[in-house]
């Protein structure tokens, strides 16, 4: 393992406290409970809106921190949930008048750490809304997960609902926005290699030199198929149609599409393979009303990439356009 690793067990700890320190007047960290969060945060006029999941993903979530965007992260370890305890302190310190949103990818131990926290929450006088986030139509089942997994398309139901809880909407209202741009969202995946995890000190998994593993989840779980590497266009054009029938997205529609890089993708490649999304997209009839291309969700050091397209409607349009500050810029 060739990593830049001092401790594995403090791995998370010390990435955190980088991200805080590279953005003292944004961010504030409280290391008991791996805690990112807004400095100016709780704020009594806007709902809290706060995620967990592991760390290894990022710049979700704890790179995602920021004025209309989340408003606090509690990663776990690398590719495992936030213990609850962490869910209950961060609601608690992020409690606000308006209340508290959680959003969750749908992962098992995610779940059971947001659920648990929430119930202690709620019993101390929190006032919690939830969202759950399960845009990949990879597989129903996987290691990790009951239902369908979240991956990338979380982007899109931090973006819209910090912008709204920017403008005031209230908790019940932002519970329906999460849903709703959710129900509109799907991604798929695909590994060109497999990563290592810090604390594993080995590949998680194994593909060999001509392999890649279609419809990956973004913690090497298994995907449809493990198959032979093919051109680009052909391999992209997989992900594209297991995307766009499920919804199904159609003629007229206007979307928003995301190429997001799993970690170890030069950013060459991915225009490469936006470029045939928005192709392919126009001969459908789809037209493309905005476009991201980068990292969003990674999985360490992962070579591949997710597809995300969006069903967009002139709210969501706005929401997306919305200004918004991260620890994740580049300029």
Not at 43 to 71: C, F, N, T, W, Y
Not at 165 to 173: I, P, Y
Not at 220 to 225: L, N
């Amino acid at each position: 393992m060739k990593k830049f690793v001092n401790d594995p067990q403090q791995f998370v700890p010390e990435m955190l406290q980088g991200v805080a320190l590279a953005n003292p007047t944004m961010l504030r960290y409280v290391p008991e409970y791996n805690l990112i969060m807004r400095a100016d945060a709780p704020r009594d006029d806007k709902v809290s809106i706060i995620q967990g999941s592991g760390s290894g993903h990022e710049p979700a979530h704890v790179m995602a921190v920021g004025p209309g965007m989340l408003d606090a992260a509690c990663p776990g370890d690398v590719f495992a949930a936030p213990p609850s305890d962490y869910v209950v302190e961060t609601s608690k310190l992020l409690n606000s008048d308006k209340g508290v949103l959680h959003i969750i990818n749908n992962y098992t131990g995610d779940r059971l750490a947001f659920d648990m926290g929430r119930e202690l929450a709620e019993a101390e006088g929190v006032k919690i809304g939830t969202v759950l986030v399960d845009d990949d139509v990879a597989v129903k089942d996987s290691t990790y997960t009951v239902g369908r997994r979240g991956v990338a398309g979380n982007f899109f139901v931090i973006k819209a609902l910090g912008a709204a809880s920017a403008d005031g909407a209230d908790l019940d209202d932002l519970v329906a926005l999460g849903q709703r741009v959710n129900s509109v969202t799907r991604s798929m995946g695909m590994a060109l290699t497999s990563c290592i995890p810090p604390a594993k000190g080995s590949a998680l998994f194994e593909l060999g030199d001509d392999e890649v593993e279609m419809g990956v989840g973004i913690h090497g779980e298994p995907g449809r198929r493990r198959e032979k590497v093919r051109s680009a266009d052909e391999m992209i054009d997989e992900l594209l149609e297991a995307v766009v029938s499920d919804l199904p997205y159609s003629s007229g529609d206007e979307v928003a599409v995301m190429v997001n890089g799993l970690g170890g993708t030069p950013i060459s490649e991915l225009y490469l393979v936006y470029g045939h999304v928005h192709d392919e997209l126009h001969k459908r009839g789809i037209a493309v009303g905005r476009s991201y291309v980068g990292e969003y969700c990674t999985s360490l050091e992962m070579a591949g990439c997710s597809l995300t397209l969006v069903k967009l409607d002139d709210e969501l349009k706005q929401l997306l356009a919305a200004p918004a500050e991260i620890a994740a810029r580049i300029f």
